[in-house]
C-alpha cells in the first residue's frame, strides 16, 4: 500500500476533530469547561469520519486503503468518540462542583433536566447500544445489523441536542452532512442504487455446501481485478427466493463477456438459500473492492486459504497471474467439501512455480504450529492469508513468532463487523 493511501485513514481521522475544535473553540470559559466542550467537538468529529467510513463506495475505499481497513477505522473512530462523549458530561459535571455539589449533580442527572439535556443522554444510550453490539460476534448478523444502525440514530439525535442547547452555528451544516452521509449509505449502499444488474447465467455444484455461479452482466459490466471482492443480492426466481440483501464475495474468474464468476459456501441462512439458485435469477452487483493480492512483488510467496478463503487465489491463479515461486496451504475440514480443489491440483501440475499443499484438517482448529513452514523456510517471504477471522489471527500469531513482521503478512478477512 502506497504511504499516502496508508496515511489517509489516521490524517482523515485527525484532520475532521481539529477542524471542528478550530471552528467551535469556545473562549472566555474556565479550564474544565473548556476542556469538556472541545472533547464533546473532538467526540462529533470523530462520529462523522465514522459515519463516513460506512460508504460502500469503491472509490473512496480506494483512495482509503481498502473497505476492511475502513471498517477497521470505523470500529476505531466510534469507541474513540464514545469514550470522549462520555467524558464530556462527566466534565461538565466537575466544572459544576466548583459552584456546588447540587449544581454538579444536575448536570449529571436527566430525571432533573428538560427535553436538551435528555436527548444527549438518549443519544449517548444509543451510541453505547450501537457500540457495544460490535464486540458481539456470535449474535445473528441481521440483528446485528440493525442495533448497530441505532449509532447512526445516535449521531443524528447527538446534533439535534446541540441545536437544542442553541448551538446551531457550526452544527446545522454538520448534521446536514451527517444526514447525507447516511442517507447516501441507505439509498445506494443498502437500497442498491449504486449496483448494477446481472443475472444468473449458471450455477454448478464445486464442493459439498458450495455452488459456483456465474453473473452475466446486463447493463454496463464493474470493472474488476482477479482477487477483488464483489457485494451481491439475489433477487426472485421462478422456483427460487434470495435473500435480496447485499452479501461480499469474492469473484473466482472473470470470464468472457465480463462474466462474473464466485464461489458461495453455505454458512449461514442467506448461503444455505443461495445453493439452490439457478440461471434467470436477477442479482444487482456493487464494487469491485479490496487490494489484498493486488501488489505482489516478486519475492516468494506462502498463501494460506482456510475453506472457501481459497477464492481470491483461485481468481488469481485463473487469470495466469504469477510470476514468484508460490506455496499454497489450502486448509479445509475434508476432502469432500474443499471446493476447487480438483482444479487446484490440475493448476498445480500444470505451473512450475506454483506448490500445492490441500490438508483436511476435520473441523478441529489445524496444527497451525505443524503446517505452517519453519523460519529458515520463511525468510524473504510475502505471507497472503484468507480465510475466517479467527484463522487467520492464529496464522498471524504463529508467522510473527517466526520472524514474519507486519509489513509482509497480508490477510482478508471473510467476515466483517
Ligand atoms: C471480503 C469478503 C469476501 C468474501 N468472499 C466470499 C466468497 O468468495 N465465498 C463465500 O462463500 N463467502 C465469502 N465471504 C463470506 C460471505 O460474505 C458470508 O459467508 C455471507 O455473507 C454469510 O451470509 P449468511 O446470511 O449466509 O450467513 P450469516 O450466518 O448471516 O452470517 C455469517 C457471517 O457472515 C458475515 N455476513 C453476513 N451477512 C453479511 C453481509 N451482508 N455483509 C457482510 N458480511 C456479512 C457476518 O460476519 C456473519 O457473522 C466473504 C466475506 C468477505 C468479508
Redesign the pocket.
Known amino acids: 500500500m502506497s504511504a499516502l493511501r496508508w496515511l489517509s485513514l489516521p490524517l482523515l481521522t485527525l484532520a475532521v476533530p481539529a477542524g471542528f475544535t478550530f471552528w467551535a473553540f469556545p473562549e472566555g470559559l474556565s479550564p474544565v469547561r473548556t476542556v469538556a466542550i472541545v472533547i464533546g467537538w473532538i467526540g462529533c468529529g470523530l462520529l462523522l469520519v465514522n459515519l463516513l467510513l460506512m460508504l460502500r463506495e469503491p472509490r473512496l475505499a480506494g483512495w482509503l486503503g481498502g ?2 481497513r475502513m471498517y477497521l477505522w470505523h470500529h476505531r473512530t466510534g469507541v474513540a468518540a464514545y469514550v470522549l462523549l462520555l467524558a464530556h458530561p462527566l466534565l461538565l459535571a466537575t466544572d459544576g462542583l466548583a459552584d456546588s455539589p447540587t449544581v454538579a449533580w444536575q448536570t449529571l442527572a436527566p430525571l432533573d433536566e428538560s427535553w436538551p439535556v435528555w436527548s444527549g443522554w438518549l443519544a449517548l444510550v444509543l451510541l453505547m447500544l450501537g457500540l457495544a453490539v460490535t464486540f458481539l ?1 456470535r449474535m ?3 440483528a446485528w445489523r440493525w442495533l448497530h444502525a441505532a449509532l447512526g440514530a445516535a449521531v443524528l439525535l447527538g446534533l439535534y441536542h446541540l441545536i437544542l442547547l442553541g448551538i446551531d452555528e457550526p452544527v446545522l451544516p454538520i448534521l446536514a452532512i451527517a444526514a447525507l452521509i447516511l442517507g447516501w449509505r441507505a439509498v445506494r449502499g443498502d437500497w442498491g442504487l449504486a449496483a448494477q444488474p446481472y443475472v444468473v447465467a449458471s450455477a454448478r455444484r464445486v464442493a459439498e455446501g ?1 455452488v459456483e455461479i456465474a453473473l452475466r452482466p446486463l447493463a454496463d459490466p464493474l470493472a474488476v481485478a482477479p482477487g477483488q ?1 464483489i ?1 451481491v443480492a439475489f433477487f426472485a426466481g421462478p422456483n427460487f427466493r434470495g ?1 435480496g ?6 469473484v ?1 474468474s472473470i470470464g468472457r463477456d465480463h462474466m462474473l464468476h ?11 438459500r443461495i445453493q439452490s439458485i439457478q440461471p434467470g435469477v436477477a442479482a444487482r452487483v456493487m464494487g469491485a ?2 487490494n489484498f493480492l493486488a501488489e505482489r512483488t516478486s519475492a516468494p510467496q506462502l498463501w494460506v486459504a482456510g475453506g ?1 478463503g481459497v ?1 481470491p487465489f483461485l481468481g488469481v491463479l485463473r487469470a495466469g497471474g504469477i510470476s514468484a515461486p508460490t506455496t499454497l496451504l489450502y486448509l479445509n475440514r475434508s476432502e469432500t467439501d474443499a471446493a476447487f480443489l480438483p482444479e487446484l491440483r490440475a493448476i498445480a501440475a500444470a505451473t512450475p512455480l506454483l506448490s500445492l499443499l490441500a490438508v483436511a484438517t476435520g473441523s478441529a482448529l489445524p496444527d497451525l504450529e505443524h503446517l505452517l513452514p519453519e523460519a529458515q523456510h520463511l525468510a524473504g517471504c510475502e505471507c497472503y492469508l484468507c480465510g475466517p477471522p479467527g484463522l487467520v489471527a492464529a496464522l498471524k500469531r504463529v508467522l510473527r513468532q517466526r520472524g514474519i513482521t507486519a509489513r509482509h503478512i497480508h490477510f ?6
Do not use: K, M, Q, W
Request: charged share 25%.
Open positions: 473497505l476492511e460476534r445473528p448478523y441481521r458450495t471482492f457485494l435473500c440483501e447485499f452479501h461480499p464475495f469474492t473466482s464466485i464461489g458461495v459456501r453455505a454458512l449461514g441462512d442467506c448461503t444455505r473492492f479490496g472457501i477464492t482478508e478477512n471473510f467476515e466483517f463487523r
